[in-house]
């Protein structure tokens, strides 16, 4: 096991810096390590690295995740409020609807396992798109229209609807029906993540403001461990209690953290934060070599040129669907596009349920994991190029 944390740590640090240096974001030379040592390459991973590997990038999401938490302003939210709901379902619907439509045609499969398909790809990678737009919230671009809360806010939400899709499409395409419960789930999930967050939050506040009003003032490292541990806990709690009740996980980390923000001081928050951007050096290099790893470069050899056209067609129905959320906004040409990219990578969720429907031994399940793969090495390396290369012409920020 040390020898494959060795790996990942120097090697993916190594291909990182390499990226940067010819202009490329780190991401892809952390993905292209991970792909390069995955068990379907080189097989250098060992194998009880391998079998933790979700939890360790499930831990890494939440270290970036609790940065962005301490990141946003809640009134900055207010600000966006409708485009930031519709962002979370809305272009994963249309990218859907792209595959129900095209994906039979162009790659042979029947309507509900399109629906599968799409329910795989239509996911955007937070573990691309939150550290990225943290980053452009520290350098205030775009923040004086709140466009980075309003996608980070977005892309958080966007995941949980379209696994509820997903397990949905699943019961469908081996022959059971939809439930409209399955579907409540959706904004039940959302609802009882912020507030279980936020009442969490408003917890950890007390604690630490109880500590320094009886002369035992908290270390900020110490606070950064007692955070974590309880975003842990809150992530834990949602599979504890997933055959009751549907409980956001990922949004009570997020709201839980927004809270510890409002009701710290300002200087506490902000050196908090800088303490989790600390972590997430670390935490990032380890999430993905880990995505990388878990790509089955092997299927992309059978998923053929269709596959690529297929997975542009949805991409322009995608964004045709965060077009549609910019309606009615003060936003300009220039910034709904890059709302557009922002919404482009695919990497996390991909990885993580690409090979489900094989699995389970569903005729699709080769075609769906191909298509999977392809998305991951397309998407990735576009959304995180597009949104580092652009984000000042389209947005703006400190420079300008």
Known sequence: M??????????????????????????????????????YVLDMLDSSILGISSELRQTALIIILVKAGLSLNLSDLKKVGRPAVLMSFVPACCE?????????????VDRIEAAVMGAVLSAV????????????????????????????AGASCDDIFVIVLFSTF?????????????????????????????????AVSFLFEKAYQHSRKIRNTTKVIIML???????????????YVSVSGLLAV??????????????????LSEKFGKLWIGAEVMLFVLVGA?????????????????????????ASGVWLCMFGTELTTKEKLFCVIAY???????????????????????????VAVLAILITAPLGAIGIDRTYKALIGGDDQ
């Open 2 to 39: 040390l020898f494959s944390l060795a790996i990942i740590i120097i090697v993916g640090l190594s291909a990182a810096a390499v990226s940067e240096r010819i202009g490329l974001p780190r991401i892809i030379g952390m993905l292209s390590v991970g792909i390069i040592v995955s068990p």
């Open 96 to 108: 859907i609807v792209g595959y129900v439509l095209f994906a039979p045609l162009l790659l042979g």
């Open 125 to 152: 990678s937070p573990a691309v798109v939150v550290p990225r737009m943290v980053k452009l919230i520290e350098e205030k671009a775009g923040t004086d229209k709140s466009i980075p809360q309003m996608i980070l």
């Open 170 to 202: 699943v019961t469908m395409a081996q022959g059971g029906s939809a439930k409209v419960s399955d579907f409540l789930n959706i904004p039940v999930s959302i609802v009882l993540g912020v507030l279980f967050g936020a009442a969490v939050g408003a």
């Open 229 to 243: 541990g309880t975003s842990f806990l809150l992530m834990s709690i949602e599979t504890l209690v997933k055959p």
């Open 254 to 271: 997020v709201a839980m953290a927004c809270i510890v923000k409002l009701k710290a001081d300002k200087s506490v928050s902000s050196r």
């Open 294 to 318: 878990a790509v089955d470069i092997r299927y992309t050899v059978t998923a053929g040129g269709m596959a690529v056209i297929m997975i542009f067609i949805a991409l322009a129905f995608r």
């Open 344 to 370: 482009l990578p695919k990497a996390t969720v991909q990885a993580a349920i690409g090979s489900v429907p094989l699995s389970l031994g569903l005729p699709c399940g080769k075609i769906v994991l191909a």
